[in-house]
């Protein structure tokens, strides 16, 4: 109980921290009315624009209204459409839910059989390709791979797609692009992790009980060389939305990603605001749940957290 405290705690820390950084980062970044009105509009029309969308107000009373407002699930109204900004970025979600786990999939069904066979194979040709491939994909920008991607395939091959998100082949592009560098980290973390793990005494143990190659990958080795990986994996997770917002610009996918890009052109405070305020939630929520991976995969976690609230 006192674990889900703390942690219940620091998320909410987190949270107003968020949200407190980007409320006022984002009103020192401009009068968005400069943005959404044209050039030639006279000054009543734009001090009437600043009243209705409470911008004349001190900018603490604006601060004190919003967070009252979010303590009532009201994340305000978008400047540009009109609309309310939550309901515009969560249409938005599945998008972006959906290009994220497929990019985390392939990464997963890429990087750790990768990087199982780099450690097996340690010095051999197969671990300098591996890791050779591993550096070639977590350097290559995700911007540039996109474009690449959509050279070869869309313009000369024409097989896929290059924009939009009507079909699954709209998918395929995009989730490679996002996928392929975070594969590359999770190839070179799995490997570090199988080659410490394949040293330890228990690994001699086992082979000395008749436990085949398989076994002892499978059932002793990957589970406890998994930690690692699973830190990386919840820290990425976060990133990885960030990453989301090239992506979905670059093949037009219509995501949360995009959706803060326009919204940041425009200066559309609720929209950008709400956005941040989903992806931190999503961070703080990836991180708890990778402490919660910890003790499944390891039973000195839950151990030692036990002796500590004791």
């Keep these: 109980m006192r674990w889900v405290t703390i942690k219940s705690l620091r998320a909410v820390l987190t949270m107003w921290l968020v ?3 980007v409320f ?13 009105l044209p050039d030639d509009i006279d ?4 001090d009437f624009y600043r009243t209705l969308w409470g911008l004349d107000a001190p900018l603490w009373d604006q601060y004190v209204s919003y967070l009252r407002g979010l303590a009532h699930g009201d994340f305000g109204i978008s400047f540009r459409n009109n609309q309310d900004a939550f309901q515009l970025v969560r249409d938005r979600v599945p998008k972006t839910a959906l290009l994220g786990g497929t990019a985390i999939a392939i990464a997963l069904l890429l990087g750790v059989p990768l990087g ?10 197969l671990d300098r390709t591996v890791m050779g491939l591993a550096v070639f994909g977590f350097s290559m920008p995700n911007f540039f791979l996109g474009i690449l991607l ?11 797609p290059s924009s939009g998100s009507g079909t699954w082949w709209h998918l395929i592009m995009p989730a490679l692009t996002l996928g392929t560098g975070f594969a590359a980290q999770i190839a070179r973390y799995t490997r570090s992790s199988m080659i410490d793990v394949l040293s330890k005494p228990y690994m001699r143990t086992a082979r000395s009980k008749g436990a085949g190659p398989a076994r002892r990958v499978g059932l002793h080795a990957l589970p406890n060389a998994s930690v690692p990986v699973v830190t990386i994996l919840g820290l990425k997770v976060g990133e990885m939305l960030g990453w989301a917002v090239v992506t979905e610009t670059v093949f037009a996918w219509p995501g949360i990603g995009r959706l803060l890009t326009n919204a940041v052109a425009t200066r559309d405070l609720a929209v950008v605001q709400c956005i941040m305020i989903v992806l931190a939630f999503t961070m703080v929520s ?6 919660l991976v910890y003790g499944w995969l390891d039973p000195r976690v839950r151990v030692g957290a036990g002796a500590r609230q004791r």
């Design 19 to 21: 949200v407190t950084f």
């Design 24 to 36: 006022f980062v984002l009103r020192l970044s401009g009068d968005p009315t400069d943005v959404l």
């Design 43 to 46: 000054q009543a029309t734009r």
């Design 116 to 125: 199982v066979l780099a450690a097996l194979y340690r010095d051999s040709w």
């Design 150 to 160: 959509i050279l070869i395939f869309s313009l000369q091959l024409r097989w896929l």
């Design 286 to 291: 990836a991180n708890v749940i990778v402490d």
